[in-house]
């Protein structure tokens, strides 16, 4: 196969998608900590049982607030050897506690090469590739097919992390689909319009696995706003509107799916949690029940001991019934008493924390029916597009937007919104701030509190693409509407930690 020339074969579509099997067993990967500011230092990779061909080498520079990582890779044979579900491949981090961070998407060219260069806050770290359905994925599977090697220049300090490569059951990531199955002789592609398939055929792996997770009964709005996106792409491929504008609908489609799949299992764990509640309740009850049947004894033995002499025997047999039902209650007492000190407290913490997150969850869908939402360190952000305004002026619709995200924050005291203008350029910084300002008084106009609202123009510090080309202007351009504060944690619903395996 020439450079720059793909072959596409679509994802199955009939039976279940098969699943590549394989022994592993456990294996210790190297972690390092790379030296701080001393410049960069190299590590190789090399390819597991998995791919033993697959070889690569990557720069590491630790600098002042992040980790510089360029990675190149050759002999990456196209996933789908692995099973036709597995669509791509994933650079992933995992720290000396065996946590992982997804680092990005590696896309392998003609020539079965391929190039990452990517920034992690991490300072210490090992590095795994992994082949997967989609790049959105939050947990690496279990193919693992290249892992970093420690070289004798290498600068930093070497930590072992022990890991067993079955990380999580094959369901996660699995689903069954229905119809035939795409012909064997399919067609050849430009690189830039098989990346735009790739892409879409990505996305659809993550509907659907979405979907096997029941995210379209637990988080319909967050699941349509994704099934919207794959539709728009599909659309955008059939005018053949560019493969650039292809490739960005379908990659918000699979992020919103993977955001519906992590919605719809929190949801289910929180069943479950109420479930449990449910049988403590129950427990509580039949306490109260035995304490009252211990009343009724005692008030029995009273009653006896006020029998003349010649019920005295009656009384004794009354009073012998009472102490052993005081002695009961005395065991069940000291049994509640003993599990009100071990629960009690990290329980109420624990109900605290679902309450929040819970919230946070309910709110993400919310938003998401009014605008596009995404769920960050920084709170839950919604963005108003570009075309959302004329000129400095919100259109009515998105008066009308407004509306619905300040009854949605007005309904839980405590939060804190923020409305950030964001130009395409230095140029555009004064319309951002009058577009802001112009969405705080909207907001503050539909019932949110003055001192709770606060806007502010940000320049353009934070693009969300590389600003080239009039669709990157357009993105860049937008007003930001992020919502934080206590009531809903300071933590994104996804944050958490993920344990390799056991020590």
Request: charged residues 25%; glycine residues 8%.
């Amino acid at each position: 196969m020439s450079p720059g020339v793909c072959q596409v074969t679509q994802p199955p579509q009939g039976g279940t998608v098969p699943i590549y099997r394989v022994e592993v067993v456990e294996r210790t990967v190297k972690a390092i900590n790379y030296q701080y500011r001393s410049g960069p230092t190299k590590i190789d990779f090399g390819g597991t049982v998995l791919l033993t061909d697959a070889r690569g080498e990557a720069e590491v520079d630790s600098k002042q607030g992040r980790t510089e990582i360029d990675a190149k890779f050759e002999n990456l044979a196209p996933p789908t050897r692995f099973g036709r579900e597995y669509l791509t491949y994933v650079l992933w981090a995992v720290t000396p506690e065996g946590r992982p961070h997804n680092l990005g998407e590696v896309v392998a060219d003609g020539s079965n090469k391929a190039k990452l260069r990517v920034t992690t806050d991490l300072q210490a770290f090992g590095l795994i590739v992994t082949a997967e359905p989609y790049w959105a994925v939050r947990q690496p599977g279990d193919v693992v097919v290249l892992e970093n090697r420690v070289r004798s220049d290498t600068v930093g300090q070497i930590k072992e992390i022990h890991v067993r490569y079955e990380l999580m059951p094959r369901g996660m990531y699995t689903w069954h689909v229905t119809g035939k199955p795409a012909a064997s002789d399919a067609p050849k592609l430009s690189q830039e319009n098989y990346e735009a398939v790739l892409e879409l055929y990505q996305a659809q792996n993550a509907i659907g696995i979405a979907r096997a997770a029941n995210a379209d009964r637990y988080a319909p709005n967050t699941f349509a706003a994704a099934q919207r996106l794959l539709d728009e792409a599909r659309q955008l491929q059939d005018i053949r509107a560019g493969a650039s504008r292809v490739v960005q609908s379908a990659r918000e489609a699979t992020q919103t799916a993977e955001d519906a799949r992590l919605i719809a299992s929190r949801r289910q764990q929180e069943e479950k949690l109420s479930g449990a509640l449910a049988e403590a309740e129950a427990s509580r009850r039949a306490k109260s029940k035995a304490e009252a049947r211990m009343q009724q004894a005692e008030a029995e033995a009273r009653a006896a001991r006020a029998q003349t002499e010649a019920e005295r025997t009656a009384r004794r047999n009354a009073e012998a019934d009472a102490a052993a039902a005081r002695g009961r209650a005395a065991r069940l007492e000291a049994e509640a008493n003993r599990a009100r000190v071990v629960v009690s407290a990290p329980r109420r913490q624990e109900q605290e924390d679902a309450r929040k997150t819970g919230l946070r969850m309910r709110m993400l869908e919310q938003l998401n029916g009014v605008l596009p939402t995404r769920d960050t360190p920084r709170g839950l952000v919604a963005t108003i597009p570009d075309s959302g305004f004329s000129g400095p002026a919100p259109r009515d619709t998105t008066y009308a937007q407004a509306a619905r995200i300040a009854a949605i924050a007005a309904a839980q005291p405590g939060l804190r919104v923020e409305v950030q203008g964001h130009p395409d350029s230095a140029a555009g910084e004064g319309l951002s701030w009058k577009r802001a300002q112009a969405m705080r008084d909207a907001l503050v106009r539909h019932g949110l509190r003055e001192d709770a609202v606060s806007a502010r123009g940000l320049g353009d510090s934070r693009p969300l693409v590389h600003p080239a080309g009039a669709d990157a202007r357009m993105r860049n351009q937008r007003v930001e509407i992020v919502i934080s504060g206590d009531p809903i944690g300071t933590l994104p619903f996804w944050d958490r930690a993920y344990v390799l395996a056991p020590r």
